[in-house]
């Protein structure tokens, strides 16, 4: 055997003991993957106690530990979703923290949603109920959850084609409650937005969602922490994080959220002591002084769960794979971001019309759109008060754009009771009953009676037909009547009362008596063009006199004493043009503001014998915007002027005082007491400085200018230096019974100062 086949031959058994050896390290490698266990991920409720859930996510992505399914209950579900849709802990702390949680559960909806009725109807009212049958009821829950809702839909855009959710990036499972059978719901498909809205709808917080016909709430009432079903997913290993905390005590039982929270936590504290003991990494931050509406404290709560999972950090370390979430993986639509809705397509339960609701949504189907402008034509919708929570959907079509779904969902209750209190210096107190009836006589009207008690009585009528875009139509009717000592000059230089009365002041009272029909349309909810005609009955007398005045026609007295100075019908005309982008009525930090007016008196029974047909307009506009953080600036001017040569001075100008929604032509100016200035024409510049040093707790600092007269424009006084001023510097409050301002102010002409007060909501 020559040397070369004894050197193959004896190099054989060292290549196959090294291809045996690479074999079995394959065989090994491959057996080694098979058997990586699966690491389930399940997330307690717990409300805002839940935000714990993004601090411990922290720590175990920083441990390189890849989850391969997640299972929540509540805010668990949540914060859940959101990590399997693909967004990494940092992400959700960074939008966590961008968000006003606490407003978006209020569902106060942005004034630029509701068209002019409603932004009057919500800012005059402190309490509303449900009425029905001559019986008052209790809301379902504070909130019903449209705001939130909206949020979902926007973060989860990117997932909104996946209906299954074992298809997510991570598969994906939470709970709800059949609130009629008491029994749990497993969500595991369908639209995401909704599944977890369900999930975490806190009973007494947010209204039931239905799905599938099933009556559905938190999650958390019959499973809190849904351990088995996340084993069942796949999961070898569970780590959970719990954020639920032992019974409270009765000093934290300050509120029926809470105090709901705690019956449920009767039997899910004895629950956990079994599913704890099934986890085998058991998260349990420290959350025991932070309530479930603790939504301000985000930070440190947030703080709570990276310290409980640090302590297991050896633990998750085990199970490091090197995985690491991907960063910035998910891009978040933004508002101005385009899409294209080419179908509509409105199902449930709905009278209304489909054009009632295309124009309620105010943008065109097949041209490009944006996701604020769709957000704003949902809100639209349900300012309307009409529909339960809007759980719209967005999917992908075969024809290259998007498909609206709208479930319509009408509202049970068409009756509501609604109360209001206020003080004021002009009107004094008040205490308002109102009863609200919609859909009358059409599917789209609403009716709304205001009877006011205190110092003055009062009432106001309105009944409003919404037709969107198209021309609406109202009909209004009020009594207005108030008090107020006012220099006996006026009276003499306005209703020709005779000389020699050794008087200087008078108690004047005003009431008036109107009458409106009217046709309205709205470009959109911040604009509006009404035209209408009028009725009024106007009445302007003193008791100051008694019955033995030393007035000259055409003053006369009655037999109860009272002296008249006008008592007399007027028949007009008007239109009006407003524009109210405003953020707020009370306190606007931004916007834009136009209201121009005009009125012509067209006839008269004509008490005075001095009526012509005359008219008076006029027009307000301003704008507020924020300066710094907190601090924000509202520039007002004001005008406005006669035309005819009427003798009639009950309609002139009258400016003084400080408040909102005065009847007429009475003016508000800061420095001068009620009905202090008259003139047929006026000018005037306002200005106030608005810093927010608490939450809802204002520093306002104001100043006015005017010039008021006969005839300005004519005369081109109007453009001179103003001849009044007023200044004034305040406090004020945004309270459950609406604002609250106080406000010393003066004015450099003359030797007095005033100090106004206003509590609640102007009617």
């Given at each position: 055997?020559?040397?070369?086949?004894?050197?193959?031959?004896?190099?054989?058994?060292?290549?196959?003991?090294?291809?045996?050896?690479?074999?079995?390290?394959?065989?090994?490698?491959?057996?080694?993957?098979?058997?990586?266990?699966?690491?389930?991920?399940?997330?307690?409720?717990?409300?805002?106690?839940?935000?714990?859930?993004?601090?411990?996510?922290?720590?175990?992505?920083?441990?390189?530990?890849?989850?391969?399914?997640?299972?929540?209950?509540s805010m668990g579900a949540i914060v859940g979703a959101m990590y399997a849709a693909g967004y990494s802990a940092n992400e959700l702390d960074s939008i966590f923290k961008a968000t006003n949680i606490g407003s978006l559960i209020q569902d106060n909806l942005p004034r630029s949603a509701k068209t002019f009725y409603e932004k009057d109807d919500s800012e005059r009212y402190a309490l509303t109920l449900p009425f029905k049958n001559f019986k008052v009821t209790v809301p379902p829950a504070i909130s019903g959850?449209?705001?939130?809702?909206?949020?979902?839909?926007?973060?989860?855009?990117?997932?909104?084609?996946?209906d299954d959710f074992n298809k997510l990036p991570t598969p994906f499972v939470c709970i709800a409650t059949d609130i009629e059978t008491g029994k749990q719901v497993i969500l595991n498909s369908g639209y995401l937005p909704e599944a977890i809205l369900a999930s975490g709808t806190l009973p007494s917080l947010f209204e039931p969602t239905v799905i599938n016909d099933r009556v559905l709430i938190d999650g958390g009432v019959v499973n809190n922490y849904p351990i088995d079903e996340v084993r069942a997913m796949?999961?070898?290993?569970?780590?959970?994080?719990?954020?639920?905390?032992?019974?409270?005590?009765?000093?934290?039982?300050?509120?029926?959220?809470?105090?709901?929270?705690?019956?449920?936590?009767?039997?899910?504290?004895?629950?956990?002591?079994?599913?704890?003991?099934?986890?085998?990494?058991?998260?349990?931050?420290?959350?025991?002084?932070?309530?479930?509406?603790?939504?301000?404290?985000?930070?440190?709560?947030?703080?709570?769960?990276?310290?409980?999972?640090?302590?297991?950090?050896?633990?998750?370390?085990?199970?490091?794979?090197?995985?690491?979430?991907?960063?910035?993986?998910?891009?978040?639509?933004?508002?101005?971001?385009?899409?294209?809705?080419?179908?509509?397509?409105?199902?449930?339960?709905?009278?209304?019309?489909?054009?009632?609701?295309?124009?309620?949504?105010?943008?065109?189907?097949?041209?490009?759109?944006?996701?604020?402008?769709?957000?704003?034509?949902?809100?639209?919708?349900?300012?309307?008060?009409?529909?339960?929570?809007?759980?719209?959907?967005?999917?992908?079509?075969?024809?290259?754009?998007?498909?609206?779904?709208?479930?319509?969902?009408?509202?049970?209750?068409?009756?509501?009771?609604?109360?209001?209190?206020?003080?004021?210096?002009?009107?004094?107190?008040?205490?308002?009953?109102?009863?609200?009836?919609?859909?009358?006589?059409?599917?789209?009207?609403?009716?709304?009676?205001?009877?006011?008690?205190?110092?003055?009585?009062?009432?106001?009528?309105?009944?409003?037909?919404?037709?969107?875009?198209?021309?609406?139509?109202?009909?209004?009717?009020?009594?207005?009547?108030?008090?107020?000592?006012?220099?006996?000059?006026?009276?003499?230089?306005?209703?020709?009362?005779?000389?020699?009365?050794?008087?200087?002041?008078?108690?004047?009272?005003?009431?008036?008596?109107?009458?409106?029909?009217?046709?309205?349309?709205?470009?959109?909810?911040?604009?509006?063009?009404?035209?209408?005609?009028?009725?009024?009955?106007?009445?302007?007398?003193?008791?100051?006199?008694?019955?033995?005045?030393?007035?000259?026609?055409?003053?006369?007295?009655?037999?109860?004493?009272?002296?008249?100075?006008?008592?007399?019908?007027?028949?007009?005309?008007?239109?009006?043009?407003?524009?109210?982008?405003?953020?707020?009525?009370?306190?606007?930090?931004?916007?834009?503001?136009?209201?121009?007016?005009?009125?012509?008196?067209?006839?008269?029974?004509?008490?005075?014998?001095?009526?012509?047909?005359?008219?008076?307009?006029?027009?307000?506009?301003?704008?507020?915007?924020?300066?710094?953080?907190?601090?924000?600036?509202?520039?007002?001017?004001?005008?406005?002027?006669?035309?005819?040569?009427?003798?009639?001075?009950?309609?002139?100008?009258?400016?003084?005082?400080?408040?909102?929604?005065?009847?007429?032509?009475?003016?508000?100016?800061?420095?001068?007491?009620?009905?202090?200035?008259?003139?047929?024409?006026?000018?005037?510049?306002?200005?106030?400085?608005?810093?927010?040093?608490?939450?809802?707790?204002?520093?306002?600092?104001?100043?006015?200018?005017?010039?008021?007269?006969?005839?300005?424009?004519?005369?081109?006084?109007?453009?001179?230096?103003?001849?009044?001023?007023?200044?004034?510097?305040?406090?004020?409050?945004?309270?459950?019974?609406?604002?609250?301002?106080?406000?010393?102010?003066?004015?450099?002409?003359?030797?007095?100062?005033?100090?106004?007060?206003?509590?609640?909501?102007?009617?």
């Amino acid at each position: 055997m020559n040397l070369f086949v004894k050197n193959r031959l004896g190099i054989m058994p060292l290549v196959l003991s090294v291809l045996f050896l690479g074999i079995g390290t394959l065989v090994a490698q491959d057996h080694e993957e098979k058997i990586k266990p699966k690491v389930g991920l399940v997330l307690s409720g717990g409300g805002a106690k839940g935000m714990a859930h993004i601090g411990a996510l922290k720590i175990i992505e920083e441990a390189g530990v890849e989850i391969d399914y997640i299972g929540g209950s509540s805010m668990g579900a949540i914060v859940g979703a959101m990590y399997a849709a693909g967004y990494s802990a940092n992400e959700l702390d960074s939008i966590f923290k961008a968000t006003n949680i606490g407003s978006l559960i209020q569902d106060n909806l942005p004034r630029s949603a509701k068209t002019f009725y409603e932004k009057d109807d919500s800012e005059r009212y402190a309490l509303t109920l449900p009425f029905k049958n001559f019986k008052v009821t209790v809301p379902p829950a504070i909130s019903g959850g449209q705001n939130i809702y909206n949020e979902f839909v926007r973060l989860l855009y990117h997932v909104k084609d996946i209906d299954d959710f074992n298809k997510l990036p991570t598969p994906f499972v939470c709970i709800a409650t059949d609130i009629e059978t008491g029994k749990q719901v497993i969500l595991n498909s369908g639209y995401l937005p909704e599944a977890i809205l369900a999930s975490g709808t806190l009973p007494s917080l947010f209204e039931p969602t239905v799905i599938n016909d099933r009556v559905l709430i938190d999650g958390g009432v019959v499973n809190n922490y849904p351990i088995d079903e996340v084993r069942a997913m796949g999961a070898d290993i569970i780590i959970g994080v719990d954020v639920q905390h032992d019974l409270s005590d009765r000093d934290a039982l300050l509120s029926a959220t809470e105090i709901l929270l705690q019956i449920n936590n009767y039997r899910t504290v004895a629950d956990m002591e079994v599913k704890s003991a099934k986890t085998d990494i058991y998260i349990k931050p420290n959350i025991e002084e932070y309530s479930v509406i603790d939504f301000n404290r985000l930070g440190e709560i947030v703080k709570t769960g990276e310290d409980a999972a640090k302590l297991k950090i050896q633990e998750l370390k085990q199970l490091t794979t090197g995985y690491k979430k991907d960063k910035n993986s998910i891009s978040v639509i933004q508002e101005n971001e385009q899409l294209t809705i080419n179908r509509l397509l409105i199902e449930g339960n709905t009278d209304h019309t489909r054009g009632y609701v295309k124009g309620k949504l105010r943008f065109s189907l097949d041209e490009p759109t944006n996701f604020k402008r769709l957000q704003q034509g949902i809100s639209n919708l349900s300012a309307t008060g009409n529909f339960r929570t809007i759980k719209y959907k967005l999917l992908d079509n075969m024809n290259g754009g998007e498909d609206l779904i709208l479930p319509l969902d009408e509202t049970e209750n068409t009756s509501f009771l609604r109360l209001g209190a206020h003080f004021d210096d002009l009107y004094k107190s008040a205490a308002l009953i109102n009863i609200t009836k919609k859909r009358i006589l059409s599917k789209d009207d609403v009716a709304s009676f205001d009877f006011i008690l205190g110092d003055n009585i009062r009432y106001n009528f309105e009944y409003y037909l919404d037709k969107g875009t198209y021309w609406s139509f109202g009909i209004n009717s009020r009594f207005n009547d108030f008090e107020q000592e006012i220099d006996f000059d006026l009276i003499e230089g306005n209703f020709e009362v005779g000389a020699g009365t050794a008087l200087n002041r008078i108690n004047l009272n005003v009431s008036d008596f109107t009458h409106q029909l009217y046709v309205q349309t709205v470009v959109k909810e911040e604009f509006a063009f009404t035209l209408g005609g009028e009725f009024k009955h106007l009445q302007y007398s003193t008791r100051t006199f008694g019955d033995t005045p030393n007035v000259t026609t055409p003053g006369t007295t009655s037999s109860n004493g009272r002296t008249y100075f006008d008592r007399s019908n007027y028949v007009s005309a008007f239109g009006s043009l407003k524009l109210d982008t405003y953020d707020d009525k009370y306190f606007p930090s931004r916007g834009l503001y136009f209201n121009g007016d005009m009125h012509y008196y067209v006839l008269s029974s004509d008490f005075n014998n001095n009526f012509k047909d005359f008219s008076i307009s006029k027009a307000r506009m301003g704008m507020a915007m924020p300066l710094i953080k907190n601090l924000s600036i509202n520039i007002e001017t004001e005008g406005g002027f006669k035309l005819g040569t009427s003798g009639v001075t009950s309609f002139d100008f009258l400016l003084g005082g400080y408040g909102t929604d005065f009847i007429n032509n009475f003016i508000p100016f800061v420095g001068y007491d009620f009905i202090s200035l008259p003139g047929n024409s006026f000018v005037k510049a306002y200005g106030r400085l608005d810093y927010e040093f608490a939450e809802k707790n204002h520093m306002l600092f104001s100043a006015n200018f005017a010039n008021v007269d006969d005839d300005l424009f004519r005369t081109g006084d109007w453009f001179k230096a103003p001849s009044y001023s007023g200044y004034g510097i305040g406090y004020g409050l945004e309270s459950f019974l609406g604002p609250i301002n106080l406000m010393y102010s003066w004015t450099p002409e003359i030797d007095k100062s005033q100090f106004f007060v206003s509590i609640g909501y102007w009617f």
